[in-house]
């Protein structure tokens, strides 16, 4: 097969470290009849070992070219390639066995990540596990503790939904071209849906995104006009203190109260 010219604007950077490669694949450990789904399969680093695994593997792939080579490579009956945007994509519309979850496996695009994470986070309660290779500022955000200047709207809204864990480290060489960055892997688990409290998400994301909307800034500033002087003193939260203080179980607090709130209004 003709050599493939990575695109930037794809994210492309291959991973070429077979023992990074083996060690991702150990920790998938998929079984033979598990629905796995690698987003962003590239030149099939991860999709070989994978695909030899599993009885049958789903991939999607944006780039037309490298989607094409997919299909040359595996036989249709082994490798089904959804050609697309991961960003777009409907991982509810994946076949499944009855009772089964899916597992989600990717080297993701730098550039998309983020957006990619919310994304999916939306298909928690179909998922497994997923294990992902990221930029790993993106990983230390992820597992950032309460009072870090790493902690953030990600690592709230991701902890909330996930159990996350980093489960290793790759540096630039690991792939071809090498990135300007390290790189890491971590697991999500989805928390069983009894853990998660907020009685309604939308407005947990609200109050989220409004109090790191700035980050330095007092919560009396930032919740103004959402959260009530009385409510702080309800809740017993310092509205002196700043979105990187307080824990994921305080926002679900807020949140609640929020909820209950608009509850009584509209009652
Ligand atoms: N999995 C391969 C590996 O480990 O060598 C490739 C990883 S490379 C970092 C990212 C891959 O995601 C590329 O194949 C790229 O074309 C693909 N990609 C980029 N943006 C995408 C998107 N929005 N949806 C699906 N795939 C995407």
Not at 133 to 140: I, K, S
Request: net charge neutral.
């Amino acid at each position: 097969m003709s050599e493939h010219r990575a695109r930037k604007r794809f994210g492309q950077n291959f991973l070429v470290d077979r023992g990074i490669i083996g060690d991702i694949v150990n920790a998938v450990a998929p079984r033979r009849d598990d629905c796995v789904v690698e987003i962003g399969p590239g030149l099939a680093a991860l999709t070989e070992p994978l695909a030899e695994r599993v009885n049958h593997l789903h991939v999607v792939e944006i780039d037309r070219d490298l989607a094409a080579r997919l299909r040359r490579r595996f036989p249709a009956e082994r490798l089904t390639v959804h050609e697309g945007d991961a960003l777009e994509f409907d991982f509810a519309a994946l076949p499944r066995p009855p009772g089964s979850r899916l597992k989600v496996v990717g080297n993701l695009p730098y550039n998309i990540s983020t957006p990619l994470l919310f994304h999916l986070a939306g298909f928690a309660e179909l998922v497994y596990d997923m294990h992902f290779m990221l930029q790993r500022e993106v990983v230390e955000r992820m597992v950032a503790e309460p009072g870090s200047n790493d902690y953030g709207r990600l690592t709230v809204m991701l902890g909330y939904r996930f159990v996350i864990d980093w489960l290793l480290d790759a540096p630039p060489e690991a792939f071809d071209p090498p990135p300007k960055v390290h790189s890491a892997v971590v697991r999500l688990i989805p928390r069983p849906a009894a853990d998660l409290l907020a009685a309604d998400e939308a407005v947990f994301a609200q109050v989220v995104a409004a109090a790191f909307a700035q980050r330095r800034k007092m919560l009396r500033n930032t919740l103004k006009g959402i959260v009530a002087d009385a409510g702080f003193a309800e809740l017993g939260i310092d509205p002196t203190r700043r979105a990187e203080e307080l824990a994921i179980a305080d926002y679900v607090r807020l949140a609640n109260w929020l909820s209950a709130q608009q509850g009584a209004r509209q009652g």
